[in-house]
């Protein structure tokens, strides 16, 4: 049957659309950081009719669907189970046409245009998409996450940036929800269905997408308060002063930093002779006027001065690419430190410093091993809570430890503080089980209502959106 199919879209959509070869197929089985599974195909469409073609004749086959953009997200839901019998659909090959609008300040482009690429197409015309992070997805994936960012302090997530979409459906319909105008009340806004879906209710094949002015001048400075638990209102501080400029806000315990600083030789370290503080604070205000309007720099000075007399222990004023660089060596650089238990997690932002204490120490007593390494975006109230177990821990990494932690903490999160277990990352089979959870009741019935209603026979995405005694991807057995 499998071979039957390949013959047909083959014939359909052309031969290097359609492929059960394992060498072809291995790219797309294993996700960015978890997933790995087996595809019993892939398919490529090159535009929005061959993704319904293929969506038509998989249903009629019965065969369960994964989208796939640029294979970056880090929950495992772009990429099949272990059964064989899920298709990979890549939207890859979406990449046209691109069309920029400078006037109304627009971008029609197809799901599978890399965010790299749009900007690079957007940077002539003085332009630029600006949600900004250590990674280089598709369009697609990106509505499908609704990716957040180092930047969402300012220009919010994917959602905020999002006018208008193409999708087709389960079905193999297509729907045009092509909106170019910045408003448009005209009823129950659908398009917001589909963003932070996890490819679960249809497939983004266009998108309209409002792009903003590139910053022509930025100011970027590394703050050190006296104590972390002063970092919530230096933030509110910054906002009420220089709120209207205030583009990034990124926050990065000791021991994090250290990790960069150690796997990174050629990170400069920035702190007066080397010595690390417990916490730091990465601004950056942003303008697209140049400093004969406003001089960020001068702003941001007068703004720290007499800060320096209270609430702050130091302001660093180094060159931002070095700054930048530290913030962004982190992640990875973890992982070369230990074992690594990733989290992504947010809440109202004040709530950070006693999240910070109370986890650490719940930490401390039951798994000494584990370091907090923690860094994220403290401006919006997100942490990317990670902690490691040093490869030159005393003990052996115990693997055993991984779901309680995750338990431990998610609890902390969600129940102490009313936070959320993904802040931008999204769902996947990496956190269904919380997700299965956290999310109350009523939320569940209406989640699964809507899964049934757009996709009844559960054939899209890998996620089960609903209650947990529906069959895995989400529709009623
Ligand atoms: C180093 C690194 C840093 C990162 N930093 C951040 C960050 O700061 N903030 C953040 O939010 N995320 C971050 N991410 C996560 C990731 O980049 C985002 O989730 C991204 O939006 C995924 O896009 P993608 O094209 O790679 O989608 P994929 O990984 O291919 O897919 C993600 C989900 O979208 C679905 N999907 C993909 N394309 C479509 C489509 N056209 N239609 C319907 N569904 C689709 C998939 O089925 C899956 O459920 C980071 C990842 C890495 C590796």
Redesign the pocket.
Known sequence: MIEELRAALADRLGPEAVSTARADLAGYEQ???YGQGRAAMLIRPADTAGVAAAVRACRVAGLPI??????????A???PDASGTQVV???ER?RGPLEIDPLDRTALVG??V?LSALNQALAPHGLCFP????????????????????R?IRHG??RRNLLGLE??LADGSVLDLLNRNRKNNTGIDLKQL?VG?????????RAVVEVHPLPRQSATALLVPRAPGDVPRLIGDLEAALGDFLSACEGMSRNAMACALRHRPRLRNPFQGGLLPGYAVLIELAASCGPDVVDLQAMLENFLAPRLEDTLADAIFGRAEDLWALRHAI??SLKEEGKVIAF?IAMPRSALPAFRAAATADLARDWPWLRVCDFG?SGDGGDHFNLVWPHDAAEPFDPACVEPVRALVYDRVVRDHGGSFS????V?PYNQAYYDRYTTPDRLALSGAVKQLLDPEGR????RFGSPDTTDNGATP
């Not at 994964?66 to 929950?75: D, I, M, S, Y």
């Not at 250590?134 to 990716?147: E, K, L, V």
């Not at 899209?460 to 996620?463: D, I």
């Open positions: 996700g960015a950081r994964v989208p796939q953009g640029a294979n970056t997200g880090l929950v839901a772009s990429t659909l890549s939207l979406l799901a599978g890399r949600i900004d992070l250590g990674a280089d997805p598709s369009i697609g994936g990106m509505i499908a996450a609704n990716t957040g960012g180092a969402l997530d994917v999708v087709v589909f879906s996890s490819g679960a209710l249809g497939i983004v094949t992640s990875d992504d975006h802040a931008e990352h999204g996947g899209l995405g890998v996620v």
